[in-house]
């Protein structure tokens, strides 16, 4: 039996334990969050990077196929037909990490929307693959081989 002043006990946290909670929380998250908004960032330019490598390597592939000549606009052609967007897999160039669309490429002009990649100087004999970033073109500059 109970006695009649035996207190009861409560299941349950009081409101201070609560809002300690609760601050702790928001602490954690001020940390977290930018971290992770800027490792976010630098994701996108780190795909925006393998983009360009893909570019370049369909770059090469379009001189292997072409007796040593790299395409000078989006227009050229190997001699079996095939444009630089047909070198790249899928035949299609690589998904823009900012748009989730195909990336835009610019001929003989530097990028300038996030993501895009360009080719300047884009000559039969030599080319520059540059990529823009988040806010500005990237240090990456990726060149035809020794010239």
Same mark, same amino acid.
């Given at each position: 039996?109970?006695?009649?002043? !035996? ?21 954690? !998250? ?20 393998? *983009? ?6 369909? =770059? $090469?592939? =379009? ?10 606009? $989006? ?10 967007? #047909? ?8 998904? *823009?990490? =900012?748009?989730? $669309? ?10 300038? *929307? ?10 039969? #004999? ?12 990237? !240090? ?8």
């Amino acid at each position: 039996m109970r006695p009649e002043h !035996a207190q009861e006990r409560r299941n349950g946290f009081t409101l201070v334990e609560l809002a300690v909670v609760m601050v702790v929380i928001a602490v954690l !998250a001020a940390i977290a969050i930018p971290n992770f908004i800027r490792v976010k960032h630098r994701a996108k330019e780190a795909s925006v990077k393998a *983009n360009m490598h893909t570019i370049q390597v369909a =770059f $090469e592939d =379009f001189a292997v196929k072409s007796g040593g000549v790299y395409p000078d606009d $989006e227009t050229s052609v190997t001699p079996s037909g095939e444009t630089i967007k #047909d070198m790249c897999p899928g035949g299609q160039y690589p998904i *823009n990490p =900012f748009t989730e $669309e195909p990336t835009a490429m610019v001929w003989d002009a530097d990028p300038s *929307n996030q993501g895009q990649i360009g080719a300047n100087p884009a000559q039969p #004999d030599r080319y520059v693959i540059k990529g823009f970033g988040r806010s500005d073109l990237l !240090a990456l500059q990726l060149t035809s081989g020794g010239r």
